[in-house]
């Protein structure tokens, strides 16, 4: 009896015949057809196939992001079908965490921003939201570039930053659709190399993949076909698998001298928001005053300030100042206002320009000239005659 509640209660998902279907008739084809499934918890499996075969549909399947047209979905031993939409959401937010192939970070909103968005539809306050987004990125070593952008960071960055967003939450299991799918080489290892320590901590991780030299991670190997499982093979045996993250949770609650797991688990919130609103201080300054990144904390976690050193001006007796003679300032100004008046009284009036035009006056040059007016004919007649 032991061993068979031992059983029921390492098994997470448990799929049975389900189907997936488009379109109507003649023209209806299958993502999934009769696939049955069973996930324990602590397992990491890795899902293969060519595309078309069914994939990323089970992800969507598995993530309540899509609903099965046949068939029945268990979660923790409870059917999925009889769930409200407001109890779908709650799961998603609280017990899945989702990483993309295209990392789907808003580039409007900084990298602990991004990842303290799950939080959000918990409930959690601003100020609890950022200070574990911040514990969790200090995780994947991003704590220096808490407050930059998106299209500021690499490639392997912004799945990092992916994957602590999924884990923020706290999840139980991960849902993973080719994240090194965009990646080279080198940051496709060190995403992977994350994984695999998530999984060693107890999370359920499943994950869809096309490159065959990522199965060495995982601990069961699924071939899909043709919206069915070709070949399923477990490297691993259940016995070896780790302590799933739900029951290492409960034995560190019972037990408080054991040390802490990867779970965020917050302490006193006074002394954590002290601690973050300082590191948020630094690095918002870090262009204006770069010489504070290099400050120490202190023994009880606050950052030293370095002593200024003012310059001492010189102390003036005051019998000095009371003997010093009054220096003329006005004086200055008065002079300065008579030769400004000296000059204008010297120079000449001008007379006004006359800029109007002369009307009927033949005028050419200078307007304000007036030139006699054009003589007539019988005029220039009268004075060859004389």
Known sequence: MKSEENKSSRELIELDGICRSYGYGDAESFALKNFSMTVKRGEFIMIMGPSGCGKTTLLNILG??????????????????????????????KNIGFIFQDFNLIPNLTVIENVALPLVYSGATKTHRLIQASDTLSRFHLQEREYFFPPQ??????????????????PEIILADEPTGNLDSRSSHIVMEELRRIHSEGNTIIMVTHNPNLTTYATRVIHMLDGGIDEDIKTVSDEDLPIPIHDRFERDEEDENEPEQFIFRGTKLEADTEKFEERKNLIQNRDKNP???????????????????VKEEPKVPIETLIEAPKKPVIQKVVKKATKTVKKAASKPAQKKKNTMPVVGLHSSGDPSVRIKEKPTIEELVKKEKK
């Open 291 to 309: 010489e504070e990144l290099g400050q120490v904390l202190d023994k009880d976690g606050k950052v030293e300030k370095k002593e200024e050193k």
């Open 64 to 93: 309540l992001l899509d609903k099965p047209t046949a068939g029945t979905y268990h979660l923790s031993g409870q059917k999925v079908s009889s769930f409200s939409g407001r109890k779908k959401s709650r799961l998603r937010a």
């Open 153 to 170: 960071l690499s490639g392997g960055q912004k799945q990092r930053v992916a994957i602590a967003r999924s884990l923020v939450s706290k």
